[in-house]
């Protein structure tokens, strides 16, 4: 899924990738709805293992939004997925990985992942 195409950005292209590492468990699934101000992606449910991704043109004014609702079992939470300072954390590839503790945000190295937050 792409917010626009990529390569028709004036300003910085960007990627968001959201990756399910939560345990393997037939009766509870990982759905996400993302959306920023301009675009809904729409509600996705992302399997063990599996992942949702997509990508974007930069706001010329670098006010880019995107926040997303995570349901897993009993809970759930809301938070940005991209706005300038997680820019600045993952470069230009966020790379997330849900897992039952929380969530992890790829560090700019490209090899390690820092805990965000819990759930």
């Known amino acids: 899924m792409l ?23 037939d009766r509870y699934a990982l759905a996400v709805h993302c959306r920023s101000g301009d675009d809904d992606l729409g509600y996705h449910i992302i399997g063990h293992t599996q992942d949702y991704k997509w990508g974007f043109c930069e706001a010329v004014f670098s006010n880019t939004v995107f926040g997303c609702d995570f349901w897993w079992a009993h809970k759930f939470i809301h938070f940005d997925v991209f706005n300038k300072n997680i820019s600045y954390k993952c470069k230009f590839d966020c790379t997330w990985k849900v897992r039952d503790d929380g969530f992890y945000l790829q560090d700019r190295d490209g090899y390690t992942y820092d805990r965000y937050m819990g759930w």
């Open 3 to 25: 917010a626009c195409p990529l390569e028709a950005c004036w300003s910085s292209s960007f990627k968001v990738h959201l990756v399910n590492e939560l345990p393997e468990d």
